[in-house]
């Protein structure tokens, strides 16, 4: 399981890194890092973002 962000796709907003229970993902300048140790693929910030740049892949 991991999680893929479409870098082309997101606009920063920030908006998945406030959602994550896990703290897993941080905005470091223009990308999105995930913790792949932290996250526990639950798909929480793949409904909020609004340009749908995350995917879960289980
Ligand atoms: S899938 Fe869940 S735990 Fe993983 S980065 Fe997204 S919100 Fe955080
Ligand atoms: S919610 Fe989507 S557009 Fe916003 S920072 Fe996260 S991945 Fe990028």
Avoid: F, H
């Amino acid at each position: 399981m991991s999680l893929k962000i479409n870098r082309y796709k997101c606009g920063y907003c920030g908006a998945c890194v406030g959602v994550c229970p896990k703290g897993a993902l941080e905005l470091v300048e223009t990308w999105v890092e995930v913790d792949e140790s932290t996250c526990i693929t639950c798909g929480i910030c793949d409904r909020i973002c609004p340009v749908g740049a995350i995917e879960v892949m289980k």
